[in-house]
């Protein structure tokens, strides 16, 4: 049972680390890498709101995410992902 939970939680570490490298490119630098925004869409929640941006280079296509706060303003970071 010991040895099965181990492997569970290996499997677990191992997905959540994977899924990070989708994150790997900021914004900036899929700009830089010819990237061009085709969409913009602002989607509003209580206490912040979201950014979203679409940019294709070609047929590759990748979503980025800006957080904007009602107190603190724009996040430093962005989120992009291949959908």
């Known amino acids: 049972m010991l040895l099965l939970m181990k492997k569970l939680l290996g499997i677990v570490v191992i997905s959540l680390l994977w899924s990070n490298f989708s994150y790997a490119d900021t914004m900036e630098e899929l700009l830089n ?10 989607v509003k929640f209580d ?35 291949t959908p």
């Open 33 to 42: 890498n010819k990237y061009k925004i085709t969409k913009e869409e602002l």
């Open 47 to 81: 206490r912040y709101a979201q950014k979203i941006f679409t940019l294709k280079k070609g047929k590759q296509v990748k979503i980025c995410t800006i957080e904007i706060h009602k107190i603190y303003g724009v996040s430093s970071n962005t989120k992009c992902v």
